[in-house]
């Protein structure tokens, strides 16, 4: 337990000291983006970039908005580039929501402001990728074989519910759905689907709810494993999502997402050697839709020294995503790490 507190520390000074090269000073924010101060009293920020499902930049204003559980919300607005930034945040959790586009599923991300005293202020980076609607969760011969065998009633309700959550009313899908489990109460599918809604709506106890008794009506299925994996992720439970993740990857081993938040919760343990082989595999099966794992790997190599590795996940990170908002610090952080090679003294040979 010492030991993995003590790895858990270092992983938390480093990706501190990271946060810190790369933070985006308010006169560092790109020219034309939208920003909005919060008014409350804080002094750290939570912006982003958000991309089409196609990868393009949105060239459209896009609304946004701020949650907290005990300050309220804020609203803004994306800029013609995507991009968007809340400023004036004291630490706290605050959840970016994005779900006023009709084409597009809802965009949920948790974000935990940190600001250690004595430390200047942060500046939390998103880059956002809409997913459009319509896309199944399960492929089509595993949605038919398990529907089959549904009452009529119960089925009614559940497309009801999908229909629902296509049009952005995630209540009104949760409430079709829980319809038809109490109909059909082996219903695995839409227990699966109603986590999935609840974790979208941040409310990740009864996603983790939902999602556990998905997993006891069918113990083999791996998508409620990887679902509930996920969100145990979220909720900062890394050591029972590396132990279900991992599980989920013996079942299915080219799954790139569950590569990837498994690769985040051994990183979180403090597990670097592991997080950065499941980090590089979820690159290897997912490739450029695995860009987040670029910037955790990156913190890997830093925390190793390793300078040469360090550069190549930045610059690798920046040409997938080259209108993130801290793209400038981005590249004075790989231009410092080049000088300073440069600068090292020779190794002279041994005799």
């Known amino acids: 337990m010492l030991v993995r507190d003590i790895r858990r520390l270092f992983l938390s000074v480093v990706l501190i000291s990271?946060?810190?090269?790369?933070?985006?000073?308010?006169?560092?924010?790109?020219?034309?983006?939208?920003?909005?101060?919060?008014?409350?009293?804080?002094?750290?920020?939570?912006?982003?970039?958000i991309l089409l499902a196609s990868g393009q930049r949105a060239e459209h204003r896009i609304t946004v908005r701020l949650q907290s559980m005990t300050r309220g919300d804020r609203v803004t607005t994306s800029d013609e580039y995507g991009n968007f930034v809340f400023r004036g945040l004291p630490p706290g959790d605050y959840t970016v929501v994005i779900d006023k586009e009709k084409e597009f599923e809802p965009f949920i991300q948790t974000v935990s402001v940190i600001q250690p005293r004595g430390m200047p202020p942060q500046t939390y980076n998103l880059s956002v990728r809409l997913t459009l609607k319509n896309e199944r969760t399960f492929p089509p011969g595993v949605i038919n074989a398990e529907l089959a065998k549904v009452p009529k009633r119960a089925l009614?309700?559940?497309?009801?519910?999908?229909?629902?959550?296509?049009?952005?009313?995630?209540?009104?899908?949760?409430?079709?759905l829980q319809g038809a489990v109490a109909e059909y109460p082996e219903f695995m599918i839409a227990y699966n689907e109603m986590g999935v809604l609840y974790m979208k709506l941040n409310e990740l106890k009864k996603a983790d709810e939902a999602l556990q008794t998905a997993i006891k009506i069918d113990p083999?299925?791996?998508?409620?494993?990887?679902?509930?994996?996920i969100v145990l992720v979220m909720q900062k439970r890394y050591a029972e999502a590396e132990a279900l993740l991992r599980e989920v990857v013996k079942t299915k081993k080219d799954l790139a997402v569950a590569h990837y938040f498994l690769g985040q919760a051994l990183a979180y343990l403090g597990n670097f050697d592991e997080a950065e082989k499941e980090l590089l595999k979820s690159v290897e099966l997912g490739g450029d839709e695995m860009k987040?794992?670029?910037?955790?790997?990156?913190?890997?190599?830093?925390s190793r020294g390793d300078k040469k590795n360090t550069i190549a996940q930045l610059e690798t990170y920046l040409k997938l995503v080259p209108s993130t908002p801290d793209a400038e610090q981005l590249k004075?952080?790989?231009?410092?790490?080049?000088?300073?090679?440069?600068?090292?003294?020779?190794?002279?040979?041994?005799?």
């Open 220 to 229: 083999k299925n791996y998508m409620p494993q990887m679902n509930r994996g």
């Open 18 to 49: 990271l946060v810190l090269a790369l933070r985006v000073a308010a006169q560092g924010i790109p020219p034309g983006s939208a920003s909005t101060d919060t008014g409350l009293g804080g002094s750290n920020s939570i912006g982003g970039a």
């Open 292 to 302: 987040e794992a670029h910037r955790l790997l990156a913190i890997i190599y830093s």
């Open 332 to 351: 004075r952080v790989i231009e410092k790490l080049k000088n300073a090679d440069s600068t090292a003294p020779a190794v002279q040979p041994k005799p």
């Open 156 to 176: 009614d309700m559940y497309n009801r519910g999908v229909e629902l959550a296509k049009t952005g009313d995630g209540l009104g899908a949760i409430q079709q």
